[in-house]
C-alpha cells in the first residue's frame, strides 16, 4: 500500500504563490504517475497537473503557465508551485498517485484559498 502526505495549503492574497508537496511513503516502488487535483465541495475533481516517473507533464488548461509540477524520485515527494494565484483557484487541492498494481492513492486533501 502506498500512503500521501500533503502539505503547503493555506491563505493567500490574488497574485500571491504557495508551493504544495505530497509525500508518498511505503510500496512507493510501485508509484507510476503522480499528480495534483483540486475539488469544490460537491463538484467533481478536476485535473490540475500531473507528472509520470519519467518526468512528462500534463496540465489542466486553467493552470497553464502558472503552476508547475515536479517530481523528486529519489524522496518520493512530488511539488506543486502555484504562481499567480486568482480567488478561482481556491479549492481543496488532492495528490494522487498511480499504481503499477492496484487502484490509485489518494491524499486527504489540502485547503487552497486566495483571497484579499
Request: charged residues 15%; contains cysteine; glycine residues 12%.
Amino acid at each position: 500500500q502506498v500512503q500521501l502526505v500533503e502539505s503547503g495549503g493555506g491563505l493567500v492574497q490574488p497574485g500571491g504563490s504557495l508551493r504544495l508537496s505530497c509525500a508518498a511513503s511505503g510500496d512507493t516502488f510501485l508509484i507510476t504517475g503522480m499528480g495534483w487535483f483540486r475539488q469544490a465541495p460537491g463538484k467533481q475533481r478536476d485535473l490540475v497537473a500531473s507528472i509520470t516517473r519519467s518526468g512528462i507533464t500534463q496540465y489542466g488548461d486553467s493552470v497553464k503557465g502558472r503552476f508547475t509540477i515536479s517530481r523528486d524520485n529519489a524522496k518520493n515527494t512530488v511539488y506543486l508551485q502555484m504562481n499567480s494565484l486568482k480567488p478561482e483557484d481556491t479549492f481543496v487541492y488532492l495528490c494522487v498517485a498511480d499504481s503499477a498494481s492496484g487502484p490509485s492513492t489518494w491524499g486527504q486533501g489540502t485547503q487552497v484559498t486566495v483571497s484579499s
